[in-house]
C-alpha cells in the first residue's frame, strides 16, 4: 500500500473520532456549567445568556469593510496596476485591502457603540 491509500483510510477514522470529541466536549462543558450553577444556588433554567445588542451593527459594517475593500483592490487591479504590468497577478493586494477594510468597519462600530454607552450615562 502507498501512502496515498492509507491516508485515505485514516481520514474517515480521524474525522470520526474528531466528531465524536466534539459533541462528547460540548455536552461534557455543558453539564458541567450546570452543574456549577447549581452549587452556587442558581437555577440553570432561569439562565439567560445575555444579548449583544450591537451584534448586528458589528457584522454589517465588517461586511460593508469587506466589500469595500474587495471593490478597490479590483478597481486598483485592473487600472492601475494592470497598466504598470499588465501580466501581474495581484491576489496579496485583495486579502490586504479586505483586511483593512474590514477593520476600519470593526473599529467605526466600535466607535458607534461607545459612543452610544456614553450617551447613555
Do not use: C
Not at 442558581?42 to 444579548?51: G, I, T
Not at 454589517?60 to 492601475?80: C, E, K, S
Request: charged share 15%.
Amino acid at each position: 500500500m502507498n501512502g496515498t491509500a492509507q491516508l485515505g483510510e485514516l481520514i474517515p477514522m480521524v474525522l470520526g473520532t474528531g466528531l465524536f470529541a466534539m459533541i462528547f466536549g460540548i455536552v461534557y462543558l455543558q453539564k458541567r456549567e450546570r452543574m456549577a450553577m447549581i452549587e452556587r444556588g442558581m437555577d440553570p433554567r432561569s439562565y439567560k445568556p445575555r444579548s449583544a445588542p450591537y451584534q448586528n451593527l458589528k457584522w454589517g459594517l465588517l461586511l460593508i469593510g469587506a466589500g469595500l475593500g474587495l471593490f478597490i483592490a479590483y478597481m486598483l487591479d485592473h487600472t492601475v496596476l494592470a497598466s504598470l504590468n499588465p501580466d501581474s497577478d495581484n491576489p496579496a493586494i485583495y486579502f490586504s485591502l479586505i483586511a483593512v477594510f474590514g477593520g476600519l468597519g470593526l473599529l467605526v462600530s466600535f466607535l458607534i457603540e461607545k459612543k452610544q454607552v456614553l450617551d447613555k450615562e
